[in-house]
């Protein structure tokens, strides 16, 4: 088996388009972030800004305009465009009419439940209907979602319609709160996550780093579930398929003990 570092380094949220959304606000901004991403050991980022804020179109234009940047700057990185959308009734028609974006023009599709606090009853039915228009949906930072940190077995729903699950690096550090970073330890041990992600907002905070997120990966489930993470980014802004995960429902239903508490918070 390869080593872990051999495979790319990919990050596929991030909000790095400048201007677009509540993530880098300026030239000055996006080029911190991308040569943090840059020096942390990514090599191909997706930018996802948050499709309510800004059209596919602006989307695609700004991106343009970053790569003229990275290559005057010489930036070693490949950036590619998406947009994170919200997982409404109305998302199958945005679709059919070019106003949302995949992520690198795969078939892969991120997506967000508009409302954290709750989950939706038709969550499968939404999640069929992206499929049936020919996309693949990746469900993003679920360790947030309080339903998820209620009854973190959720995700089976999810992922038994044929998501993706996608969990940011800083909730491995507590960077989103206690429940959530309890949340993505548990969902990663159980094998219910797909991808790790930063989800990256700004060079100083929420920056877009996974090595760290990475290394706690292996210490909390294993180096093979590290590489299988690193492996399916890459096959996602490939276009590849990758079958969603069958992850251990009995670890999900269970209630964490003071012991796993302390596992998700020092990452062992």
Known sequence: MERMEQVPQVDIHTHVLPGLDDGARDEREVLAMLRIAVEDGTSVLVA???????????????????????????????????????????????????????????????VELPDWTIWPEDLVERLRAIRALGFWPILAHVERYVPVQQRPERVLEAIEAGALVQVNADSLFGHHGPAAQRVAALLIRARAVSVLASDAHKPDHRAPRLRAAFERVSRLAGEDVAEELRRTAQAIVSGAL???????????????????????????
């Open 48 to 110: 996802t800004p948050h499709a309510r804020r800004c059209t596919a179109a602006a989307a695609r234009t700004t991106a343009d305009r970053l790569r003229e940047l990275l290559a005057r700057e010489a930036i070693p990185l490949a950036l590619l465009v998406g947009m994170e959308e919200q997982l409404l009734p109305d998302l199958p028609e945005r679709l059919a009419r070019g106003d949302a974006l995949s992520l690198g023009d795969t078939p892969w599709l991120l």
């Open 242 to 268: 990758v079958h969603p995960p069958q992850p251990d429902p009995a670890l999900l239903q269970t209630s964490p003990t003071l012991l796993e508490r302390l596992r998700s918070w020092v990452g062992v």
